[in-house]
T-cell receptor, first 112, second 113 residues
């Protein structure tokens, strides 16, 4: 069974640009969550989706947004990129909310 | 109240020894406590998890001990191997609310051969 797939694996952008990251959950999983991982702040929750609805959002500015499609695949978007947005962005999926979450290998975003 | 405090920050253990990582929380609404293992360049992998209705859970060489009254839980790795060298994260969530995991700051484990 394939795991959580995140694309692209690496991305380099400049300040002010916007970026879209993609996540395909484990087959049959309908809940998707996004996390940001940085050396300074560690692993921080961004948002969670289930049945195409955002159920919860972390403490991040409105530049960070996401959505989930009817096939459970999810995307997150960051607009007006800042240097501090450089991070590993991780997607996790679970069968339904409140079930064990399994992570992908992330997208490494670097802002120049 | 949303924090999960993890210690130590780093740990060096000899092959065959026991690795112990500790976590503490404040929010009594937390009722799910997973541990994740992360290798460089990879995402966190779910190792083992516990809910407050049991005080201990064992899976192979990995054991979680849970102390509800002290609001603490720990990961024990028995017979530690060089292949266990990785960063370990504890986490907590409240099932009544969301999938949102609150992570500890991580422990870098090095198992020396």
């Amino acid at each position: 069974k394939a795991g959580v797939t995140q694309t692209p694996r690496y991305l380099i952008k400049t300040r002010g640009q916007q970026v879209t990251l993609s996540c395909s959950p484990i087959s049959g999983h309908r809940s998707v969550s996004w996390y940001q991982q940085t050396p300074g702040q560690g692993l921080q929750f961004l948002f969670e989706y289930f049945s195409e609805t955002q159920r919860n959002k972390g403490n991040f500015p409105g530049r960070f947004s996401g959505r989930q499609f009817s096939n459970s695949r999810s995307e997150m978007n960051v607009s007006t990129l800042e240097l501090g947005d450089s991070a590993l962005y991780l997607c996790a999926s679970s069968l339904i909310p409140n079930q064990p979450q399994h992570f992908g290998d992330g997208t490494r975003l670097s802002i120049l | 109240q949303q924090q999960v405090k993890q210690s130590p920050q780093s740990l060096i253990v000899q092959k065959g020894g026991i690795s112990i990582i500790n976590c503490a929380y404040e929010n009594t609404a937390f009722d799910y406590f997973p541990w994740y293992q992360q290798f460089p360049g990879k995402g966190p992998a779910l190792l083992i998890a516990i809910r407050p209705d049991v005080s201990e859970k064992k899976e192979g060489r990995f054991t979680i001990s849970f102390n509800k009254s002290a609001k603490q839980f720990s990961l024990h790795i028995m017979d530690s191997q060089p292949g266990d060298s990785a960063t370990y994260f504890c986490a907590a969530s409240s099932s009544g609310a969301t999938n949102k995991l609150i992570f500890g700051t991580g422990t870098l484990l090095a198992v020396q051969p």
